[in-house]
């Protein structure tokens, strides 16, 4: 090129042809998601939502935000991207259910060094997938080719939902009291939340992402194994008003999550003497030589979300959650004290006030 030749766009790294074509080959997948109140439909500058269509007469809307951290870096490592879309969408919705709020619609946000339409298609895949899962729309989002801010391999992703609960239904944690239960449900693994952490114990260990885990699975499958949606299980018992609190189990673990949908004078005690570590865990565990209180302070050892629940109530919310396919375990209570969470058990003996 001379100086006297016309610069594009293109030659500062940016093809707007190959955003156009990314934005036609994922609307399909957008349209698949479509929801009462949303078509779902891409392309415009901004996505509707009709809540009456959704049914809401006096909504309060409930909005979250949240990305999938350094485990993309082993998406990309392994050159598998179709499933860290689920894992965008859990983080923000699982929030949105612990609010009470069902999600109703859903946008991301792609950066990347150069555009690759056949990685961002299977990452829009994984996104269409979190959203049916949820039940929630994708109506937009956006996508920025950024040479020079990213590796051209590199890209980020952010996700945001907004979501909508009835005035009366929102969950406070106010009505939490001492003799309440805490019902867990069981996590798909690490989720999304600690991968700082584990891709440094890969190092400190020497382990390969194809090393072979007892499962047959190898261990960058066990990691990439997309963070669990939990809103179709829940939202039901949560309308029915049989949830006094939820805690999604994210950075912080069970010992820092809990405490936040406490009230003032309502202690957590989670007793994981009868509890085995998943497997997965245990190996990290014992790979970076990681404290208890650390694992449970990073991690969600197996436990992905936390319901607080009646004592009276736990066989009517035990079933529902056992039709609805998860498997609901008691570990632990509410007592008087101070606002926070001790775990305890064999060997594990940590806590957090706040």
């Avoid at 949820?134 to 952010?158: H, K, Q, R, S, V």
């Avoid at 003032?264 to 009868?274: E, H, L």
Wanted: net charge negative.
């Amino acid at each position: 090129m001379t100086k006297d030749q016309g610069l594009t766009y293109a030659d500062a790294g940016v093809s707007i042809d190959t955003g156009n074509a990314l934005v036609k080959a994922i609307g399909p997948l957008a349209k698949s998601t479509a929801r009462p109140g949303a078509n779902a439909e891409l392309g415009g500058f901004g996505g509707f939502f009709d809540l009456k269509a959704a049914g809401y007469d006096d909504p309060l809307l409930v909005a979250a935000n949240d990305g999938v951290g350094t485990k993309l870096k082993l998406a990309i490592d392994l050159g598998k991207h179709d499933t860290v879309g689920i894992d965008l969408v859990a983080m923000c919705v699982n929030d949105l259910i612990v609010q009470g709020a069902e999600p109703l619609f859903f946008l991301d946000y792609y950066a990347t060094g150069k555009l690759d339409n056949a990685v961002a298609t299977d990452v829009v895949k994984g996104i269409a997938e979190g959203c049916k899962q949820a039940g929630c729309a994708l109506i937009g989002g956006e996508t920025a080719e950024m040479p020079g801010m990213y590796a051209e391999d590199d890209y980020d992703l952010a996700g945001f939902c907004v979501g909508a609960v009835d005035r009366a239904k929102v969950l406070t944690g106010d009505a939490v009291a001492p003799g309440d239960l805490l019902v867990g449900l069981a996590s798909s693994g690490v989720h999304s939340n600690g991968f700082s952490l584990v891709r440094r114990i890969i190092d400190h260990a020497g382990w390969t992402l194809a090393d072979t885990l007892e499962d047959g699975r190898t261990l960058g499958e066990a990691l990439l194994e997309p963070t669990r949606i939990y809103v179709k299980p829940l939202l039901p018992l949560v309308q029915s008003g049989k949830v006094k609190a939820l805690s999604h189990i994210t950075g912080g673990g069970l010992l820092e999550n809990l405490p936040r949908v406490l009230p003032d004078g309502a202690r957590a005690i989670v007793d994981v003497s009868d509890m085995e570590l998943p497997a997965l865990f245990a190996k990290l565990r014992e790979g970076g030589n990681v404290a208890n209180e650390e694992m449970v302070r990073t991690f969600n050892c197996g436990i992905g979300m936390v319901l607080v629940i009646s004592n009276t109530d736990l066989d009517q919310v035990t079933d529902a959650l056992t039709a609805a396919g998860e498997t609901p375990t008691v570990i632990g209570r509410i007592e008087q004290g101070a606002k926070g969470c001790t775990v305890i058990g064999d060997g594990w003996s940590a806590s957090h006030d706040g």
